[in-house]
């Protein structure tokens, strides 16, 4: 494979996700007219930092990732904020996956055996928790083969939603759930933590030279794949769609095609489960300098006493990571861009086209999104 294919796999796979079996609900209960002025507006936004982010890594020496880049660029406070967004966002996504992931094995096993709701999620969380401690080095590996699961599981149900689709189905706008999509949508969309990696997977100038143009189309499929998914899902179930998209199909696709779904699901939300944690243990035991044991405890434990104590709703998790990860790293992305075009060591092989206010009309869109999602979800 190719630096080029394998970078725009690599980012369409970091950036199709858990996020996308939130989708079908929120469209269904915003309307089809709110979900789409959102993807255009924040698809736009995410795409731009991720050109943003491209462009820095090119700009400056060295290997790093987010954390190491706001060092440079904005000192101990730009790190300080990142640590803050690194263990708050992960967490918050460790804990969606827990949700989503007890869900789809409750779907799987529900059938033969029935057993209270909390013990599908500790059964999917017990045996992931123990794979982080032992590193997952195998499983990292295998990112694509999960990701291509999670592809096959979108296009099956595509393919036999559409005899069952009605647009009677389909709400246009919803001005009480206006502001419901922002945080879901914007989880679904990040994948700025690819970028650096495929910075360096490409080691010649010519594949370089396409960087830019593989961030816009990873997008643009990402984009396109959501809303195909989104779309089949919601014009079959309607207002009875569920947060994780796929229990409500059960009356018209079938018991056999869920079960289905939901097995491709779980291996997918498991896979991002094992990276995300490992990720995490590893910025607490080298960022942090935490001991190992501590290190492990916290990422393992953390999400599932959240959710123990209460915090169970798929949608409200994934609102509040996309939030947190999306307008905080968000912003220090437009930092960091705007500090190595003035401050950068060498020549980027692209440069963003972008009129100057642009990265400052993103920063409004973040903040002012940001803002409007809290009070009226309050």
Not at 47 to 72: D, M, N, Q, S, W
Not at 177 to 184: K, R
Request: proline share 4%; hydrophobic share 55%; glycine share 10%.
């Amino acid at each position: 494979m190719n630096p080029a294919t394998l970078g725009l796999s690599t980012l369409i796979g970091t950036i199709v996700g858990a996020g996308i079996f939130g989708l079908p609900y929120v469209v269904a209960r915003s309307g089809l007219l709110v979900a789409l002025f959102y993807f255009v507006i924040l698809g736009i936004c995410v795409t731009y930092l991720h050109l943003f982010f491209g462009e820095v890594c090119l700009r400056t020496p060295g290997k790093h990732r987010l954390i190491g880049y706001a060092g440079i660029y904005l000192g101990s406070l730009g790190k300080i904020v990142v640590a803050f967004s690194t263990i708050a966002g992960t967490i918050g996504a460790l804990l969606a996956f827990l949700i989503i992931g007890g869900d789809f094995l409750k779907i799987i096993i529900s059938p033969f055996a029935n057993i209270s709701p909390p013990w599908y999620h500790i059964l999917f969380w017990l045996p992931l928790s123990l794979l982080v401690g032992a590193g997952i080095r195998l499983i990292a590996r295998v990112e694509l083969v999960t990701t291509a699961a999670l592809f096959l599981m979108m296009g099956l149900i595509f393919l036999l939603a559409l005899p069952h689709i009605s647009f009677a189905n389909f709400s246009l706008f919803s001005s009480s759930n206006f502001f419901l999509p922002y945080g879901v949508i914007l989880f679904s969309l990040i994948g700025w933590n690819a970028i650096p990696e495929i910075a360096e997977l490409f080691r010649k100038r010519q594949d370089k030279l396409q960087f830019d143009n593989l961030i816009v189309v990873a997008s643009a499929l990402a984009i396109f794949l959501y809303a195909a998914f989104a779309f089949s899902v919601v014009g079959v179930s309607g207002q009875e769609t569920t947060q994780e998209g796929l229990s409500g199909l059960l009356p018209f696709l079938g018991n056999g095609v869920i079960v289905l779904g939901a097995f491709f699901g779980l291996i997918a939300v498991g896979d991002s489960f094992l990276i995300m944690g490992s990720y995490l243990k590893n910025s607490f035991l080298h960022d942090f300098h935490m001991p190992a044991k501590l290190s492990l405890f916290i990422t393992a434990v953390a999400p599932l006493v959240l959710y123990l104590v209460g915090f169970r709703e798929f949608i409200s998790v994934i609102s509040v990571a996309g939030i947190i990860v999306g307008v905080v790293e968000g912003l220090v992305i437009i930092g960091l861009f705007l500090q190595a075009r003035a401050k950068g060591q060498r020549k980027p092989e692209y440069r963003v086209k972008v009129f100057a206010p642009v990265p400052f009309l993103i920063a409004f869109v973040l903040i002012g999104g940001t803002v409007a999602a809290l009070v009226f979800s309050l």
